[in-house]
Structure formats: structure tokens, C-alpha cells
């Protein structure tokens, strides 16, 4: 039996779909329909009932893909154990980020590396939600959180800090506020995001906590998009530093309420999964990340 069309059997299921696996393994649609017909030749059984909608796995496909799983994971290793050998860096990187680090900080540093190493192509996923590093065959991501997953192995990059800003255009028709209490008087640009809605902003002073609740005519579930809504005037915002520190430096964004603390952001990390050998490419992007992201 051919382990690759194991392989690509497995990366059908995680798609959803044939023609997404085909996108993104980098073949033909009808070249992925043709092995999976061989495969389910091979096994004398169907292993995928097909729909105009959606695929839907079989009793023995369903078993077959646990034990293809286990093929992919031993396909890596033997991939990470040859890169460990690798005298030059070099292979296809695959890479996870939330979308306003990925955004901000993380795509010109992708330039950058394979400036550096030109054997290396890194694919990017640039979305917020986190992505299953094994299922989904990710190298390295970034994660902004605190971590629980002890399967993965985390390197701390930064710890996030909050921060109240407003463009000077808004202070200038609205004022400033001096307490949190004024914030009540102020339009407020709000992060809202799975159902949530994150309007109870919380300051320290002297130990005690003050929670305000917040309004505004805006709420967005990006934190690059509330940026430019601040720096257009459109009001208020409690935004992670990291994600408006460009426009604090030029002055664009103004920061608030400065006397009184703020609760403190989530870490940022860089992780990848536990394995025996960790490939050169992988190894060397994690120490690059170390010394450069957030580093500029």
C-alpha cells in the first residue's frame, strides 16, 4: 500500500474537501480524486461518501484515518530527524499567527528570513483561532495566551501590556478624560468577539480597582481594525500596546489615563510540538523569532 496516498486520504478529511486539499498539498483536484480511487481499490471498501455539499467518512474510513494519522505523524518525524542532519536550512515552513501580530509584526520579518535563507519558503495562516499544530501539520506558531497544552514546547517572546488611546482630533472636540469615570461621557470603540462583548474596563489606583462600563456607536472583533477607528476619531479605545505602538510613536494615537494601572495583557509566545528531532529550518526561525520580533 502506498503511504502517500494514505497521506493525502488524511489531508482530504482535514480539508473538508477534495479540491481544498488539492490547493493546499499543490496538485490537481482530479489528481487527488484518481489516488483516492486507487486507495479505496486497494482496501476493497469506500472510505469517503461524497455529497455536492460536503464529505462525510464511512465506518472503515473513519478507522482507516485514525491509523493514517498515525502515518502522518511518523512521516514528520522521519521529515524533522532528516532536518536535524541538514547542513543548510532550507524546506517549506509552515507558520500560524493571530491576525494583527501577523499583520504588524510578522510578515516584513518573513522577508527578512528568507532573505537570509533562501532554501526556506514558509507558507503563512494568519487567523485567529487556535490551530491544532498536529492535525494541521503547522511547524511553528505564535500564540497569544496563557498556555496550557504541555504537548507543545513554548519559548516566551514578550509579556502584553494594555494601553487607552484616542486620536488628538477626538480630544480636541470631546476632551480628555481625567478619571475613569469620565470615559462614561466619551464614545468608546469596543472589542466584541464570539458572542462577547468586552465593554467593563478595569483600572488600578492605590490597589483598588475601578471597573468602568463602557459604551460607544462602534464595536469590532479585530484589534488592528478598532486601531484605525481610534486614529480616524472615531473615539476611545483599551487596546494591546504591541498592536498601536507604531501610531503612539508618531503620534497619532495619544495614551490616557496614564496615572492608573491597567490589567495586564496575555504573554506572547512562539511554539511548536514536542518531537525527538526538531528540523534545522524549524530550530533556526524559533532563535530568529527570539532575537527579532518585537525586538525593531
Not at 528570513?113 to 514558509?122: E, K, L, M, S
Not at 480597582?209 to 476611545?236: E, F, P, R, W, Y
Amino acid at each position: 500500500m502506498n503511504p502517500q496516498r494514505l497521506a493525502n486520504f488524511s489531508a482530504i478529511v482535514q480539508a473538508g474537501s477534495i479540491s481544498k486539499a488539492a490547493l493546499g498539498l499543490g496538485c490537481g483536484k482530479s489528481v487527488l480524486s484518481r489516488q483516492l480511487a486507487k486507495l479505496e481499490d486497494e482496501l476493497g471498501a469506500r472510505l469517503i461518501q461524497r455529497s455536492t455539499r460536503r464529505l462525510t467518512l464511512t465506518e472503515i474510513g473513519e478507522q482507516v484515518y485514525a491509523q493514517a494519522q498515525q502515518i502522518d505523524l511518523a512521516l514528520s518525524n522521519i521529515e524533522q530527524l532528516a532536518g536535524q542532519y541538514q547542513s543548510e536550512v532550507k524546506g517549506r515552513l509552515r507558520v500560524s499567527c493571530p491576525m494583527p501580530l501577523g499583520q504588524r509584526y510578522l510578515v516584513p520579518l518573513l522577508v527578512e528570513f528568507t532573505n537570509r535563507y533562501p532554501q526556506v519558503d514558509i507558507v503563512l495562516s494568519v487567523e485567529d483561532r487556535m490551530v491544532d499544530l498536529i492535525a494541521e501539520h503547522i511547524d511553528v506558531a505564535i500564540r497569544v495566551a496563557h498556555l496550557e497544552d504541555s504537548t507543545l514546547v513554548a519559548r516566551k517572546l514578550i509579556d502584553s501590556s494594555r494601553v487607552l488611546v484616542a486620536a488628538p482630533g477626538y480630544l480636541q472636540r470631546r476632551g480628555t478624560p481625567i478619571t475613569p469615570a469620565d470615559l462614561a461621557d466619551h464614545d468608546c470603540l469596543v472589542y466584541a468577539s464570539g458572542g462577547r462583548t468586552y465593554d467593563e474596563w478595569g483600572f488600578i489606583q492605590d490597589g483598588q480597582t475601578t471597573v468602568v462600563k463602557v459604551q460607544g456607536k462602534i464595536q469590532i472583533n479585530d484589534g488592528m481594525s478598532l486601531a484605525s477607528a481610534a486614529c480616524a476619531g472615531g473615539g476611545i479605545s483599551l487596546m494591546d500596546r504591541l498592536i498601536v505602538a507604531p501610531e503612539l510613536a508618531r503620534g497619532e494615537l495619544v495614551e490616557l489615563l496614564t496615572d492608573f494601572g491597567l490589567r495586564p495583557g496575555l504573554p506572547v509566545y512562539v511554539v511548536y510540538p514536542a518531537r525527538p528531532w526538531l528540523a534545522l529550518k524549524t530550530a533556526t526561525f524559533v532563535a530568529f523569532l527570539q532575537e527579532r520580533l518585537f525586538a525593531q
